[in-house]
C-alpha cells in the first residue's frame, strides 16, 4: 500500500533552524515534491528529490534517502513569514497520482 | 513563467445552480489536474487530464463534470452541488505525469461555498 507520515505541528523560534521529517511507503516511487501552504492559500512549489541527497535552495533544503522511505526539508534562519503548512507529496512511478501527507503546521514564534 | 490561473477566486451557489469553474495555463503543460481541498486536509485528486484526455476520474460524483476545450483550458462544471462540497478547488499542471522532473504546479484556488 502506499503511506505518507509527517508531524502534524512544530513549533519554532525566528531565527532558528527547524527539520520537517517525512517518511513514506510506496510500491514504486518517482521523485517527492515540498509544497508549502500559507493558511487560505494554495500550496506552492518548494523543492523536488528524485535521487538520494541534499537539496539546497537559499534558505530551505530537502533532503531524500530512498532505501528509508525518508525525506525531511529543513528550514535555516526562520523567519515569521515561514508559518504554514508543509505538506510532502510523492509521485508513483507511471501515475498521475500525486500523494500528500496531511502536512505539517509550523508555527514560528518570536 | 509558472502560473496556473484559476477563475472564479470565491464562488457562492445553490444547491439548484449550474456553474463552472476554470484553469488556464500557458505553460506548455500536458497534464492538468483539479484537486479539492477542505480545511486543514491535504489536497485529494479528482480528475487528471492528459494530453486533453481524461485519464483519471478519482470515482467523483457526477455532479462534478470536469472539460478540457484545449491543452491550455480546464474547466470544472458543477451541478446540483451539496453543502458538503464547500471546500478550497485546485487546478495544477506538470509537462506530463508520473515522470522524473515534472513538478505540479498549483494555481491560487477557487473557493467554493454551497448553500
Known amino acids: 500500500g502506499q503511506n505518507i507520515d509527517q508531524p502534524t505541528e512544530m513549533t519554532a523560534t525566528e531565527g532558528a533552524i527547524v527539520q520537517i521529517n517525512c517518511t513514506y511507503q510506496?510500491?514504486?516511487?518517482?521523485?517527492l515534491f515540498w509544497y508549502q501552504q500559507h493558511a487560505g492559500e494554495a500550496p506552492t512549489f518548494l523543492s523536488y528529490?528524485?535521487?538520494?541527497g541534499l537539496e539546497e535552495k537559499g534558505r530551505f533544503s530537502s533532503f531524500l534517502s530512498r532505501s528509508k522511505g525518508y525525506s525531511y526539508l529543513l528550514l535555516k534562519e526562520l523567519q515569521m513569514k515561514d508559518s504554514a503548512s508543509y505538506l510532502c507529496?510523492?509521485?508513483?512511478?507511471?501515475?498521475?497520482?500525486?500523494?500528500f501527507g496531511k502536512g505539517t503546521k509550523l508555527s514560528v514564534i518570536p | 513563467d509558472t502560473e496556473v490561473t484559476q477563475t472564479p477566486k470565491h464562488l457562492v451557489m445553490g444547491m439548484t445552480n449550474k456553474k463552472s469553474l476554470k484553469c488556464e495555463q500557458h505553460?506548455?503543460?500536458?497534464?492538468m489536474y483539479w484537486y479539492k481541498q477542505k480545511a486543514k486536509k491535504p489536497p485529494e485528486l479528482m480528475f487528471v487530464?492528459?494530453?486533453?484526455?481524461?485519464?483519471i476520474n478519482e470515482s467523483v460524483p457526477s455532479r462534478f463534470s470536469p472539460e478540457c476545450p484545449n491543452s491550455s483550458l480546464l474547466n470544472l462544471h458543477l451541478h446540483a452541488l451539496q453543502p458538503e462540497d464547500s471546500a478550497l478547488y485546485l487546478c495544477?499542471?506538470?509537462?506530463?505525469?508520473?515522470?522524473?522532473?515534472?513538478?505540479?504546479?498549483f494555481g491560487e484556488g477557487s473557493w467554493l461555498t454551497v448553500v
Open positions: 495544477a499542471s506538470s509537462q506530463a505525469g508520473g515522470l522524473s522532473g515534472n513538478t505540479i504546479y
Open positions: 510506496t510500491s514504486g516511487f518517482n521523485g
Open positions: 528529490n528524485v535521487l538520494d
Open positions: 507529496a510523492f509521485f508513483t512511478a507511471g501515475s498521475y497520482q500525486l500523494t
Open positions: 505553460m506548455g503543460h500536458r497534464a
Open positions: 487530464y492528459s494530453y486533453e484526455k481524461l485519464s
